[in-house]
């Protein structure tokens, strides 16, 4: 296959998927025995030695009250799918009950969690999953739909309303694959079920890529990535989910809806933008299409070094409107950037790493780069050998003119190496007391700076021993995504409590800031308050009449997003 940082391989089973953490349990960091030094690092770094020991408590200590749904729900859902394919067992239950949010793991590894689906049902086709929302109408049993469980703002949690009969997670395991590639049209059409490695494995093999590559791509699908408007790391080049996305087809309690394959349309509004961000909320998307392109034929990912924040910020905003043709960039504050270069030093061993690390360092002194100071920009390029050329000749004399240096290809492509590997990273910090969440939000480029530091300052203000850092993750002509990340040393106490503190002072200062409350994480529970602040009761209410024609009886996801 062509990226080799995929793992195109991986177990989808999900006896084998981790109930308390992130991915399969026979994947993991692939810095494993470097954690001592890594755990080191941070215990100085918070400032607490040694780090407690935080252990898990073991599934069968869950806490998980007994079905709500009837035995002869059960039996018409078996006549639906299949007895194998209902499950009501504690492990499905517990598995499909939560996503990925730091909240959702705490909750889980501290037997913290309340709310839990019913039962767990896997259809195989549209017709079995129309007859599914057509019994659960009938019943007003509420629905959540469940793709790879990779959502980071609560959007799986099995809440329903007291008029609800019990909750049902709809896990689209078995609509998985390509149905389609029209080299003419250049589309291909896959079922939502279908995971990142999966769809690149089909496409790959026919010399086609999609080019979208979310942190969470190993373990998300297809379907999920609309639902959520999700953005992959080389959407300057290839475009964030909803502008990919050429026609979908939806389930929803009402009937079954398609779009038109077209490549514009001044014929209303838009069938697919209303879709895409709507989180399970109007439907269950079943089926994708989307642009597809040539692989490339090379690809160039390097790293680039400025003396500060405010000119490393120049240089991202001019090159990003300067039509240089970078498939992604991505500048880390002055923070992350130390962080980084700390921990590529623990990923070294023996002197040569050490001597590697220490010469770096003097020639950026004698470069005029302060340690304190300066800031990461990992950028690449995708495509033809001789473009790439010429681009990145172009680039440099850009990266001169705001004081840059050129610090070569090794730190990109450790970056692409270790990019879907860095969350495994948490499953083991958490087990020795530490905290790590991210939040993220979109702003241009002249409230960048201001919304940095309120939300650097906001957060470490709040968390306690922690270390608050920032990069910009995806750049716009008119402005970017920041993405924060927070470790802090875990109230013991209540990490439920502090993590509701942190996400607070994060979020209140997004909003007072100028951003909104996501750029790709999508809404959620977590976000729904800011969402509705931002978005404002006229538009709710016209979202919400719209649901309410797709979804007479409300059991699509409910609590969140508009609902």
């Known amino acids: 296959m062509y990226y080799p940082e995929v793992r195109y391989d991986i177990d989808y089973d999900r ?6 953490g992130w991915g399969a349990e026979d994947q993991d960091l692939i810095l494993q025995d470097r954690l001592p030094r890594i755990f080191d690092f941070l215990a100085k770094e918070l400032g607490v030695s040694p780090l407690p020991e935080t252990p898990s408590v073991a599934l069968e200590e869950i806490r998980l009250p007994e079905s709500r749904l009837v035995q002869r729900d059960i039996r018409e859902l078996e006549k639906i799918v299949g007895q194998a394919n209902v499950k009501t067992d504690h492990r499905e239950r517990v598995l499909h009950s939560f996503g990925q949010s730091f909240a959702d793991i705490i909750r889980l590894r501290t037997n913290m969690a309340r709310a839990f689906t019913d039962a767990v049902v896997y259809p195989g086709d549209e017709r079995e999953l129309t007859r599914i929302l057509e019994l659960c109408t009938r019943r007003k049993i509420a629905t959540i739909a469940f793709g790879g469980g990779s959502s980071v703002v609560g959007g799986l949690e099995a809440l329903c309303h007291s008029s609800h009969s019990g909750v049902v997670t709809i896990d689209l395991f078995r609509l998985s694959g390509l149905i389609e590639l029209n080299e003419e049209a250049r589309c291909a059409t896959f079922h939502a079920g279908t995971y990142g490695p999966v769809l690149e494995r089909e496409l790959n093999a026919r010399g086609y890529t999609l080019g979208h590559f979310p942190q969470s791509f190993e373990y998300s699908t297809i379907g999920g990535w609309v639902a959520a408007r999700s953005a992959g790391q080389q959407s300057n080049r290839y475009g964030k989910i909803e502008k990919i996305l050429t026609s979908l087809r939806m389930v929803t ?14 014929t209303g509004p838009d069938w697919n933008q209303i879709v895409a961000g ?8 079943t089926r994708v299409t989307v642009k597809v392109h040539r692989l490339p034929e090379a690809r160039c990912y390097f790293a680039l070094v ?7 910020r120049g240089f991202l905003k001019s090159a990003t409107g300067a039509g240089h043709g970078l498939s992604m960039i991505r500048l880390s504050d002055s923070t992350e950037t130390r ?9 070294h061993s023996g002197l040569s790493g050490a001597a590697k690390a220490a010469l770096q360092a003097s020639v950026l002194r004698v470069f005029g780069q302060p340690a304190g100071q300066r800031c990461l920009v990992t950028a690449g390029f995708d495509g033809d050998r001789d473009r790439i050329d010429r681009e990145s000749i172009s680039l440099r004399s850009l990266m001169r003119r705001f004081d840059g240096f050129y610090a070569g290809q090794r730190a990109g492509e450790n970056w692409l190496r270790t990019r879907f590997n860095m969350p495994f990273l948490r499953n083991h910090v958490v087990e020795r007391g530490i905290g790590i969440d991210t939040m993220e939000t979109a702003t241009t480029y002249d409230r960048v700076e201001s919304l940095h530091e309120a939300v650097l300052s906001e957060v470490a203000r709040v968390a306690g021993p922690s270390t608050v850092m920032c990069h910009l993750s995806h750049s716009y002509h008119e402005g970017a995504c920041l993405y924060f990340t927070v470790i802090y040393l875990m109230d013991q ?24 409350i996501s750029h790709h994480h999508g809404v959620g529970l977590d976000h729904k308050p800011y969402y509705e602040r931002q978005t404002g009761e006229l538009a709710l209410s016209g979202l919400r009449a719209m649901k309410r024609e797709l979804d007479p009886r409300g059991i699509l996801n409910p609590s969140k997003l508009f609902g």
């Not at 006896?15 to 308390?20: D, G, H, P, T």
């Not at 400025?306 to 490393?312: I, S």
């Open 253 to 266: 309690p009402a009937g079954l809806m398609e779009t038109l394959r077209v490549p514009a349309a001044a």
């Open 15 to 20: 006896s084998r998927q981790r109930w308390n």
């Open 339 to 347: 962080l980084y270069e700390t921990l590529a030093s623990l990923a």
């Open 493 to 516: 106490r209540d990490p439920l409590a502090q993590w509701r503190r942190i996400k607070s002072a994060a979020s209140e200062a997004i909003v007072a800031n100028g951003g909104n």
């Open 306 to 312: 400025f003396p500060d924040f405010e000119k490393a």
């Open 278 to 285: 709507s989180e399970g909320l109007l439907g269950i998307i």
